[in-house]
């Protein structure tokens, strides 16, 4: 038994599970110490609901992690969670929009809900970071680095897509899978009338290369080594 916790417990902090764990207690923390003191549950309660959202595609990008370690070189076995990742993957970004709901309100200063929506938008932006990091990976393992790269730039697009549909049209990632030609044909449309919507293309370009260069940023400080004070 201690056998298999020990495991589990190294595959976790393999995978940075418990770092984001405690972004997300401490965004938590504040949400449920504003409660307390406004008494009231409903404001701000959506960043509760969404950090929660954002959770699904870091575990299903876990899923996927654990099936490749039980299964190595059949990929096929992970391609269904990978599949669900994708779909709900812009759920862990979108808690950046929600900076939108932003405003004086009673009981408690501008400040401290300014660092509650910090607190709930990083805690579900590097839930997405992390989570689009170990899929990269996993597909760099199996089709090569130049696949990887583009497997992770053409999800990062999307996501930065996904944001646009979930925060303007109010689209959920599950209606991709009840209502995917109703979404499509949105898209599309947007797509073929750019003077239009240059909201549609300006936000979607904007978001992805804000996700893609963090990313870089991330995959970069993971390379961070100190020199050697031996070699000096």
């Keep these: 038994m ?15 599970f418990y770092p984001l764990a405690l972004s997300s207690l401490l965004a938590f923390g504040l949400f449920f110490l504003r409660v307390l003191i406004s008494r009231s549950i409903w404001v701000y309660l959506n960043l509760a609901w969404n950090l929660c959202l954002a959770w699904l595609p870091y575990g299903f990008s876990l899923w996927s992690v654990w099936l490749d370690q ?3 070189g059949q990929w096929w076995r992970w391609l269904i969670p990978g599949i669900l990742w994708l779909v709900f993957f812009p759920n862990a970004p979108y808690i950046l929009t929600d900076f939108f709901h932003l405003e004086v309100r009673p009981y408690l200063p501008l400040w401290f809900d300014i660092g509650l929506l910090a607190a709930f938008s990083w805690s579900g932006f590097f839930l997405g970071i992390v989570s689009l990091r170990l899929m990269h990976i996993l597909v760099e393992n199996v089709a090569g680095r130049l696949i990887g790269w583009i497997f992770a730039v053409v999800a990062l697009g999307l996501s930065g897509l996904g944001l646009y549909l979930g925060r303007f049209s109010r689209w959920n990632s599950w209606d991709l899978l009840t209502q995917p030609d109703q979404i499509l044909k949105e898209v599309w449309d947007k797509m073929l009338n750019p003077t239009r919507n240059p909201g549609f293309y300006g936000f979607t370009l904007m978001f992805t290369a804000l996700l893609l260069v963090s990313y870089l940023v991330f995959i970069s400080i993971q390379r961070l080594r100190l020199p050697d004070k031996k070699g000096v």
């Design 70 to 72: 039980r299964h190595p």
């Design 2 to 16: 201690f056998t298999s916790l020990r495991q589990v417990h190294r595959f976790l902090a393999d995978h940075l």
